[in-house]
């Protein structure tokens, strides 16, 4: 999978863009966040707030319940602030 | 038509671009967001950067595009947006419609803009005397955009 | 700002006068009147002519604006109005509004066109294929204008 | 008083301006609009529908019942349809 960070959740993890290989116990968007959290200590404070998180999957807003699989493009980030 | 850039845009010549020799137009409603300095609400700002989700920004503004046409009877409409390091007093993002009726194009102009303050994939960093930050999204436009009742696709 | 002429107007470099080493705009608002064939709803237009008021047109217009500048915190504000002989595409009429928030811009913009087209002292005479006749008013115009609450200065 | 006319309210009476002295008696609008009716009969077609007519006093609408004066400038025109 290809996770992309934006704004101040990519300035907490430290990149804007990874490959990872989740195992399979990962199949919601909910689960990777959890799961991404566990990664390294930028990863975990990015994700602290869940709940003030944003994420698309394949480009489309999505629910963190919405389901995740290999080669998807999962996004995090903020509300959006733009205009 | 959507554009996502970097670069500035003329609001004068996008509009004549999206008018030429369209005769059945009676008006053209048109709004440009301009980078703000509010002194008064705390340190100056020097300068801000909009950062933006390539490919998705694209997707959904075309999505909006198309909503606003099936909402209002439109002869045309335009969204240019920009994105990068903006100073105060340039343009940010340029909304026009027009219609055969005025009403058309003023109540799609500002059902546009109320959606990109609220749901376009950007995010505003500001440079100000006192340093950087990101900027919070504000209620108060959560509710301009929701009185459009527009559903979110976001839970 | 008001003014009425008998020449075109450009929208862009209007504006752009308007905003000049304004830093404190936030949104800019505007509003393009047309002339509007309408093949559909009746004879093709040929021209169109706009009688008006010397004198009470702009003392009308200047009001007008004056209550705009009243009712919203706005940071510039401009009418155009042009009279004489149009053809279809051509441009009547231009209302820019400019605030810090978005929304004084959007609804100021509304207001004043809204009352334009009711309120101001124009007169249409229309040329079409079957030839010239006055525009009646329409009931339509004044519901908008009346929606602003605006007191009507005739009994 | 100079009275003005506009749009088909001109067409009809035939000028777009004129210099009137009424008698006296009257003093409002709505007096002179009729005076005016009986000036000729191009003014009696442009004054039939009375009710569909605006008035200005010096540049500022007014309603029939407004009184006017020696060197009023009085306009009567139809409805806007302007912008």
């Known amino acids: ?83 | 038509m959507i554009r996502v850039q970097g670069a500035d845009f003329e609001p004068g010549a996008e509009i004549d671009r999206l008018l030429d020799g369209n005769t059945v137009v009676g008006g053209v409603a048109s709004f440009i967001g301009v980078v703000r300095d509010d002194p008064e609400n705390g340190p100056a700002l020097r300068a801000m950067t909009l950062e933006h989700y390539p490919g998705m920004t694209e997707r959904m503004l075309e999505a909006i595009e198309q909503e606003a046409n099936q909402r209002w009877d439109l002869c045309a409409s335009l969204i240019v947006h920009r994105y990068g390091r903006m100073a105060p007093g340039d343009r940010i993002v340029l909304v026009v419609t027009a219609a055969r009726h005025r009403q058309a194009a003023l109540e799609s102009c500002q059902f546009l803009i109320d959606w990109l303050k609220t749901k376009a994939p950007f995010w505003k960093r500001e440079e100000t005397e006192d340093g950087e930050h990101w900027v919070q999204a504000q209620a108060r436009d959560d509710v301009a955009a929701a009185k459009w009742k527009v559903e979110p696709s976001v839970s």
């Open chain 1, 1 to 83: 999978m290809e996770v992309l960070y934006f704004a101040w959740v990519r300035d907490r993890v430290g990149t804007a863009r990874e490959h990872v290989n989740p195992p399979n116990t990962v199949t919601t968007v909910g689960e990777l966040a959890q799961w991404l959290a566990t990664q390294s200590r930028e990863h975990a404070e990015a994700f602290r707030d869940c709940d003030v998180l944003r994420a698309a999957v394949n480009q489309e807003h999505v629910s963190f319940a919405h389901p995740v699989a290999t080669g998807d493009e999962i996004a995090f980030f903020p509300p959006m602030t733009g205009g």
